[in-house]
């Protein structure tokens, strides 16, 4: 079943909107003519001219305050200051205390510096392979053989997806592999 349109379609369309605007403005006019009022509303009416509170004495109780005013104190801390807060010995007499003597610092141990394996090469020379491998630091790419020392290790085994180093000051190895 096919369905067309034809020109016809949005002329009717238009006529029921229109008459659907036509009956709303119709059905929400306020009526003509106020009914009569119901005795409910003139006994309400009556009842709300006679007032039942007498608004002179409950100015006059409100003029009583209930609690005096404190006196303004100033605030126990500063929250746009670090540190500011108040001391732990309010109240308390303070007795002279030496302060604890600095300890000095211990110096940090050197960064550890980032090593990365890029890849490992091999060459054959007279019957035995060589490889070579290409390690990323934070000073660049470095090519290097075994035995090779490079950034604090020493280069020990390459095979040919990892590559060993020691740690020349303590020896312990880590283990570099391809990403």
Not at 10 to 37: D, H, N, Y
Not at 55 to 69: C, F, G, N, T
Not at 153 to 159: C, L, S
Request: avoid cysteine; charge should be neutral.
């Amino acid at each position: 079943m096919a369905v067309t349109f034809s020109s016809m379609d949005w002329k009717s369309t238009a006529v029921i909107s229109g008459a659907g605007i036509l009956a709303t403005w119709f059905f929400s006019m306020p009526p003509t003519q106020a009914p009569a009022a119901t005795p409910v509303r003139a006994a309400r009416a009556a009842s709300a001219a006679a007032p039942t509170v007498d608004i002179e004495k409950e100015a006059e109780r409100l003029q009583v305050h209930v609690r005096p005013q404190a006196q303004y104190s100033a605030p126990s801390r500063n929250p746009f200051r670090f540190g500011s807060g108040p001391s732990r010995n309010v109240g308390r007499p303070t007795a002279d205390v030496a302060p604890p003597p600095a300890v000095p610092a211990a110096p940090l141990p050197p960064p550890v510096p980032t090593l990365t394996l890029d890849g490992v090469a091999s060459d054959s020379t007279n019957g035995q392979e060589q490889r070579t491998a290409i390690i990323h630091t934070d000073a660049g790419v470095v090519l290097v053989k075994e035995g090779d020392e490079l950034a604090g290790y020493r280069v020990g085994k390459i095979a040919a997806d990892a590559v060993e180093l020691t740690r020349v000051s303590d020896g312990s190895i880590l283990r570099l592999g391809l990403r």
